[in-house]
Structures are given as structure tokens and as C-alpha cells.
């Protein structure tokens, strides 16, 4: 007889794990705080005692003890007598380097009290904020907007480099990231692809952003900005259109307006590539069912999505071929192809 069971990917869970993963926030918030009070970046100039620290950081004596003892158990700080130093993890990903990821730190700060409400998204299905979703009003704020951008790149880091080696770009002669941000992956694909047309497409208060992310990548001139409302504006003409990070913000009938749209802009044979840290299939991975999730607190209509679900959107589309491949550890390619 054929098992159908999906049995956990965890694995039995005793007593004490029941109860690591009860209070797994307690840990998750003492960093998010450490990052809201700014002590790692503080503490990248080099140690200093724990009565430094609680005044500089403005934390008081009370809790400030057991939370930076509790950050040397946590494997975030070092001490030594009265004496504490970033370790060499946070020294990179939580102060102000090139790695940093403060960015998604703040993003996941912000998002705390949201998941708080877990139980009312469970009870009615309703997005519990808007905070850094509703992007024209995010956009509003210049230093919002560039944080933002910063998560994205952190959150596409690897998609740029696999993207260019990982699909046959010889025959295209141009392509255009829609919904590309400040242009991280259009300008990996770019460099790695000298022959193509490459272009961004985002809202027009993103394009400062832009401007000064292609320079500081020393790729002014080499892609091209569109600035546009992907739903409302005409889209730009191009052989491949790419979307990542993108469909999850959005429900169902709004993914197929959009990818309507692209297949109505690309020319016979071209291709719209999607890519996603999707469900897997099976409906197993718990990090990706967190995060859809997340994406319905955060958003009226957006959700994880599967290989397959995505595949019949674009048959919905009008695309007449769709695969689906791995892309990165996170992320899955979906090709759709428009009839030749
Ligand atoms: C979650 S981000 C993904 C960014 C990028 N593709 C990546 O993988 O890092 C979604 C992007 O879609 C853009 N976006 C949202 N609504 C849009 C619209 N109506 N028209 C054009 N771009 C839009 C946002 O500005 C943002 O850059």
C-alpha cells in the first residue's frame, strides 16, 4: 500500500525541543534589540566594558547584564572579564560592513509585533500592517527606501551571479528585471553579458536609487532604467523579462494580470523568468511555508507559491511552454515561453 503521509521534516520533537521552539522568539528578539540599540556597530570599533556599553547604547543596568551575557551565549558577542567584543559573525553581518545585514534586521524589528498577531491573520485571514509593503508609501521616505534596497540586494545576493550562469543567455539579445529594484541582479547579468540590451523596470521613485547603485557598480549607462507602474504603465519591449521576489506580493488574479501583461510585451519566442524562494511542491519546507506566511501578514493578497502554481499562472498567461528548475539553496527558476 502506498504511504501518503507528509510526516514532519524536523523529526520527532522530545520535551525539550517542544520547548526551544516555544521560545525560540526570546533569542530572535534579543538580537533584533541589540541591532535596534546599535551595539554592534559600537562595539566594530573594538571591545569595551559592559559600563561603556550600557551608556553608550542607553540601556539600563537592570536587564543589560543578562542581555549582553545572554548575546555571548548566543554566539553574537565575546567577553573577557568586564569586557565585551563583536564575534566575528556579527562583526560582519550585524555592523555597518558591506555584509551587513541590518537592513533585514530592521525589516524583521518592524515585522515583530506583526507576527504577535499570528492568531488574527489565522481567525479572519486579514494582513495585519502594511509596513514596507505598500511601496509608493514606503517610497516616501528617501532613507526607507534605500534601506529597502539594501534588504533586496542582501535577499538577491546569489540570484545575480546564478542567473547569469545558469540560463543560455547566447541566444537573447536583450532582457529587462521587472520589479528590479536598484538593479542588483540586472547589473550581474549585465556584466556577466556584455552582448545584451539590459534594463531595469521599477517605480519612478526608485530610480535615484538606481542611478546611484549603477554607478557605484561603475555600470552607469550599461542598463537602462524604466521607470513604471507594472500593472498600469506600458511595459518595456525585451526578449526576456525577468520577475523575482515579485508574484509573492501579490494574490492570485493579480500574478496572471501581470504575467497577461508580459506576454503581451515580450515578441514570439520570448521568455518571462521567474524566480522565488517557492514552496517546494510537496508542501514540506517549513522555512518557505513561514515565510508565505509572513507574506500574508504583510500584504491583502500575497502568499508562497509552488513550481506548479506558478507554471499554471503562466499557461493562464498565454505562455505555450513552462519548466521549472533550481536556481540557488533558496530559490527556483520558472520559464515561461511565448509560442515562436
Ligand atoms: C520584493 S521587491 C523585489 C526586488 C528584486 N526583484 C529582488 O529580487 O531583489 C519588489 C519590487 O517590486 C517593485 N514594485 C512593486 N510594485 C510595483 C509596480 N506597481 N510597478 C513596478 N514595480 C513595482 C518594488 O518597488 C520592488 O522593487
Known amino acids: 500500500m502506498i504511504d501518503n503521509t507528509i510526516r514532519p521534516t524536523a523529526g520527532p520533537q522530545d520535551r525539550a525541543a517542544v520547548v526551544r521552539t516555544a521560545r525560540s522568539y526570546w533569542a530572535a528578539k534579543v538580537l533584533l534589540s541589540a541591532v535596534e540599540l546599535g551595539l554592534f556597530k559600537k562595539l566594530e570599533k573594538g571591545a569595551a566594558t559592559d559600563a561603556d556599553i550600557l551608556r553608550d547604547c542607553g540601556i539600563h543596568a537592570r536587564a543589560g547584564h543578562d542581555f549582553l551575557d545572554a548575546l555571548v551565549g548566543l554566539g553574537f558577542l565575546e567577553r573577557e572579564g568586564k569586557s565585551y567584543r563583536n564575534a566575528p559573525s556579527a562583526d560582519r553581518y550585524l555592523a555597518a560592513g558591506p555584509d551587513s545585514l541590518e537592513g533585514l534586521m530592521r525589516l524583521l524589528s518592524a515585522h515583530f509585533s506583526v507576527w504577535s498577531d499570528l492568531t488574527g491573520l489565522l481567525r479572519d485571514g486579514g494582513q495585519r500592517t502594511n509596513v514596507g509593503r505598500d511601496f509608493k508609501k514606503l517610497y516616501e521616505d528617501p532613507e526607507a527606501l534605500e534601506r529597502f534596497m539594501a534588504v533586496m540586494d542582501g535577499a538577491s545576493a546569489e540570484i545575480g551571479p546564478?542567473?547569469?550562469?545558469?540560463?543560455?543567455?547566447?541566444?537573447?539579445?536583450?532582457?529587462?528585471?521587472?520589479?528590479?529594484?536598484?538593479?542588483?541582479?540586472?547589473?550581474?547579468?549585465?556584466?556577466?553579458?556584455?552582448?545584451?540590451?539590459?534594463?531595469?523596470?521599477?517605480?519612478?521613485?526608485?530610480?535615484?536609487?538606481?542611478?546611484?547603485?549603477?554607478?557605484?557598480?561603475?555600470?552607469?549607462?550599461?542598463?537602462?532604467?524604466?521607470?513604471?507602474?507594472?500593472?498600469?504603465?506600458?511595459?518595456?519591449?525585451?526578449?526576456?523579462?525577468?520577475?523575482?521576489?515579485?508574484?509573492?506580493?501579490?494574490?492570485?488574479?493579480?500574478?496572471?494580470?501581470?504575467?497577461?501583461?508580459?506576454?503581451?510585451?515580450?515578441?514570439?519566442?520570448?521568455?518571462?523568468?521567474?524566480?522565488?524562494?517557492?514552496?517546494?511542491?510537496?508542501?514540506?519546507?517549513?522555512?518557505?511555508?513561514?515565510?508565505?506566511?509572513?507574506?500574508?501578514?504583510?500584504?491583502?493578497?500575497?502568499?508562497?507559491?509552488?513550481?506548479?502554481?506558478?507554471?499554471?499562472?503562466?499557461?493562464?498567461?498565454?505562455?505555450?511552454?513552462?519548466?521549472?528548475?533550481?536556481?540557488?539553496?533558496?530559490?527556483?527558476?520558472?520559464?515561461?515561453?511565448?509560442?515562436?
Open 162 to 340: 546564478a542567473l547569469a550562469s545558469g540560463y543560455d543567455w547566447a541566444a537573447r539579445a536583450s532582457f529587462v528585471d521587472l520589479g528590479g529594484a536598484r538593479g542588483n541582479v540586472a547589473a550581474a547579468v549585465a556584466r556577466a553579458h556584455p552582448h545584451l540590451r539590459a534594463g531595469c523596470a521599477d517605480l519612478p521613485a526608485v530610480e535615484p536609487a538606481f542611478d546611484r547603485h549603477m554607478d557605484r557598480l561603475g555600470l552607469t549607462g550599461k542598463v537602462r532604467f524604466h521607470a513604471c507602474d507594472f500593472f498600469a504603465d506600458p511595459l518595456p519591449e525585451t526578449d526576456v523579462m525577468i520577475i523575482g521576489h515579485v508574484l509573492h506580493d501579490w494574490d492570485s488574479e493579480q500574478c496572471v494580470r501581470l504575467l497577461s501583461r508580459v506576454h503581451d510585451a515580450l515578441p514570439p519566442g520570448g521568455s518571462v523568468l521567474i524566480y522565488d524562494s517557492m514552496i517546494d511542491d510537496a508542501r514540506r519546507d517549513p522555512d518557505r511555508l513561514l515565510l508565505s506566511l509572513n507574506m500574508k501578514l504583510i500584504t491583502p493578497g500575497g502568499t508562497g507559491y509552488t513550481p506548479a502554481q506558478a507554471r499554471s499562472w503562466l499557461t493562464e498567461a498565454g505562455f505555450a511552454k513552462t519548466a521549472a528548475s533550481r536556481l540557488t539553496d533558496s530559490d527556483t527558476l520558472v520559464e515561461g515561453r511565448k509560442a515562436a
